[in-house]
């Protein structure tokens, strides 16, 4: 009974004791607590505040588009290295993997070069996106200034250039109503010119034509020219038939000799076709000869007789009085001698027939 109620006198000793311990943690805890809630509020006001803030935005926004730029390059370059460098490696064991081992090395190879890409080109991108981003979002006010100051420039140079293309342009307006007028008179004077050219180069050329027909029709009407050419004409046919005709008999026997030492091998066609072709050209040729040589002959023969008529009809004339005057002189002494000879027979034939009647 004494251990038990020692045990008891224990009890009520140690709850006594620790009933102030408790309320001491409790305390702790309400004022951890508290002082956690008044953190995270901080926190989580500063972290809103933070998130708001345009330079936070900007840079979170570039950072992003960079990752995802540079991440989607640096993964596709990363999965055509990783795919080659695999391919080669697993070239090696091919000949104990039958070949597997190819594919395997470029899918792995492809896959580790994929993440690889996407990890370092994403950081670099985002590394380099932030950075462009913060140094824009801090020098935005001096960048816009520049921006206002590059536009205010551009603005006074493209008005001074207007200014200019303006001043230019009433110059060059100037200078074209100048030379038009100028290259205006310049032609009037000129088709003035050439009008007056012209009109005397058409009376120079009806003068020349009139002229000309004047003295066609001379040369036309002339005797000589007609005799010329009549003569030229007449003996351009005949000796131009006579050379047909020549040229041709002379081709046919020509064409039929050389056809002669074929025959055997043609039964006898090539002699009347050589005949007839040879035939053909003599008289093409003949034709052509003797025209051209009558026409000449013919014309020139005709050009000297008319030019030389006059002494031609004297010289015929006097030749045929001399003729005329010999014929008469032969008449009268044929005459003569048959009155001669007449009077010799009938006195011969008187002498005769007295005799007998004596």
Known sequence: MAVVAQAKVTAVTTVVATAPRKDRIISAVNHA???????????????????????????TVSTAGGAVTFGSVGGAFGCMGGVMIGTVTGMLPALLTFGTSIPIGAAVGGGLGASAGVCVGGAGGAAAGGAASHGVYVWRAEIKSGMFRVKKVSEDRVEQLRLSLTDAGDQARSFTVIKTTNARNFIVDRSTKAKNL????????????????????????????????????????????????VGTVAGAGTGALVGLPAAMFTFGLSVPFCAVVGGGMGCAAGTASGTAAGSVAAGAAGYTIHKHRQEISGRASTAWGRFQNGTNQLKIKAMDSVTHVTAMVSGTGGTTGGAGSE
């Open 198 to 245: 012209a009109l005397d180069r058409v009376k120079q050329t009806r003068e020349f034509a009139v002229d000309t027909k004047s003295k066609g029709f001379e040369v036309v009407s002339d005797s000589r020219v007609q005799v010329t050419t009549a003569s030229a004409l007449a003996g351009a046919v005949s000796c131009g038939a006579t050379g047909g005709a």
């Open 33 to 59: 607590q508290a002082a956690t809630l008044a953190l995270a509020k901080t926190t989580q006001d500063r972290i809103v505040e933070i998130v708001r803030h345009p330079h936070f935005q900007v840079v």
